[in-house]
């Protein structure tokens, strides 16, 4: 086929595909306008919307004039829906609701399997094109997936908490600002600035930031799109986009998850890695080839640093790097705050609270939690997201959504019970164990039940002290099911995982084992391709050494069974009465597990809880978050932050 011919049949191809997409949404997507989940609500509690249609998560509303659409969430159902119609009908006006229309969907499958042969014809023309090894069909694909965005809108004040990495990051915008002003000073700017940090810490956001503030074009790929089948398109497309780049300078590429072609060269098993190896090298060369006056630099994110090629982070590349953290606690406080911006919330909310009891939370889970409370506070039919919520989304973000209605037998039950109740006795028993926030007995995501512990402060050091307690905590369930149940449950698959887990990077890892010694046996590296079984002797230990390791982990782990053991036993009524209060109120707090732990009886306990029943509905944090080491927690604010409130409320007169 000449190149014409080629050309022809992808215009008629695309021309194809463009009418039947056309036709299809045309009247669908007219004058639609996407708004907010609250203020459609309004829309529709106001009686300007009259009828609703509802697709999926999709909403889409009707007035006399407009057409609105909104995004419900995951937690919307019918139930909501007949509240709010009920709601409606008794004040006179009639929302008029319609499910995903049935003939919308004829008509999609009855283009399907027209659809089915253009898809067909498509991968084609792909093979076709790339088997040809014509460069120009590479180039096609390559320009489809850099991702090009002028006149971003996010802002440094978009991203909270980290003031040392914005401040870093400043430097680059200035530079983008007026490349010239730094150049003719002959100052070298790094070329390259890897953001390296766990995820959903905001890194992409960052980069994105960086380009908002400078005001200029943000080019940005994944690491895993340049993962491909045909040799050569990585590294033609990298080319591609630097030179697209080169065009719009100053500008920023971003290279999202740069560890998927930037691992060290040469780890790799079998043929795989060649297209890999090529699209790094084609990064390399072109970073090389830059002026250091171009007004381009290129950022890149990674969750680990150390795996990737040494040669990526030589000077003129990317030397320099940033570490974007987990937030501490005044950092969560922040990016709550930022993301409650748009969001009404009531006013007895308290962020340092939510803040103090997400210790371990990454910017992601922390927008996630506000959006999950706001799904619930709009499914409560609520105008405000309030404490009830907050605490909900935060168990959300943890453990996955509740499942009230999975039935469970009193026996069950029961087993439950006595398995949480042994985890969170254990828990308060422990010196070093977190302090107990909640058990509960109400099935989420996988677990049967759960018992959640939280830290009070960001420090991440582990001893091992807490390490052995924290063993001793996790065997508590099953401890707990042999004293009573007198026979043991599947249940605690889960928790002995964990157990085996923790002690085997107890000895191998952290050098805990007297018998071991100072030696790590194990790295943290995640087994790649190749690298390991290159390397013969695994690890680098004998067989006895081997040996020695398991009966250590076994060791360490019997010990802890039988403290658990001794301990259950000699509580036997605590473990007693909790159970029979999770039996009868399934959820308990931080509150009734001290009750409990102080000896208080079965009656006591939920005679308090009935006293408390409205409170309870409204801030569990109040019965949840109760610190138990005071001094660690000052909810009063600071001086500084006292000024910074009336400051604000001046600011709303
Ligand atoms: P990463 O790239 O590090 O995985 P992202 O930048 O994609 O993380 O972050 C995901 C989302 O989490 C962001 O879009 C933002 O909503 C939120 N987020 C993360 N960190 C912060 C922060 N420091 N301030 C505000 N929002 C944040
Ligand atoms: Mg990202
Ligand atoms: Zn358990």
Redesign the pocket.
Known sequence: MTRKTKTIIWIIVALVVVAIVGVLLSDVFSNEKEIELFAFIDKIESGEITKLHIDGYEWTGYTDKETYVTIAGSGYDMEYLMKLREQLAGKGIDLEVSLSDPNAESIWSSIFPFLGVVAVALIFFFIMRSAAGGGNAAMNIGKAKAHVQNNLKVRFSDVAGAEEEKEELQEVVEFLRSPKKFSNLGARIPSGVLLVGPPGTGKTLFAKAVAGEAGVPFFSVSGSDFVEMYVGVGAKRVRDLFDLAKKNQPCIIFVDEIDAVGRRRGAGLGGGHDEREQTLNQILVQMDGFESNDGIIVMAATNRADILDPALLRPGRFDRQINVNLPDVKGREQILKVHARNKPMAPDVNFKTVARITAGFSGAELANLLNEAAILAARNGKKMIGNLELYDGINKVIMGPQKKSRVVTESDKRCTAY??AG?AILACLCKHCDPVHEVSIIPRGRAAGYTMTRPETDDNDISYNKLTDNICM?LG?RVAEELVIKDVTT??S??LQHVSDIARRMVTQWGMSEKLGLVAYDSDQPVFMGMEYGNQSRGGYSQETAATIDAEIRRLISEAHKRATKLLTENRSILDNMSRVLVEKETIYTEEVGMLMEGKSYKEVIDAMDGQEETRKSNPFVFASKPSKEHLIDDEPTAEEKAEKTEETKDEE
Request: proline share 0%; aromatic share 0%; net charge negative.
């Open positions: 398995h949480e985890h996790a369930g249940g605690a889960a928790d």
